[in-house]
């Protein structure tokens, strides 16, 4: 699922893939606008997200 959120680095909205089939995960990839590193922090209920996280890595 292609889900939208805002980089904390640029504050621009871009998106990233997450996978539904699992009920939590946590996985780092690159701002697609700025390239920095941003750890994602998510959890699935039902097929629907009821957690997201967008954080800064040190």
Do not use: H
């Not at 606008?33 to 800064?56: D, H, L, M, Q, W």
């Amino acid at each position: 699922m292609e889900y939208f959120y805002t980089c904390p680095y640029c504050w621009q909205e871009v998106s990233v893939i997450l996978d539904l089939s699992v009920q939590q995960q946590t996985i780092v990839e690159d701002c697609e606008v700025c390239c920095n590193p941003i750890e994602f922090r998510y959890e699935i209920s039902e097929g629907e997200i009821t957690n997201f996280e967008a954080i800064k890595i040190q």
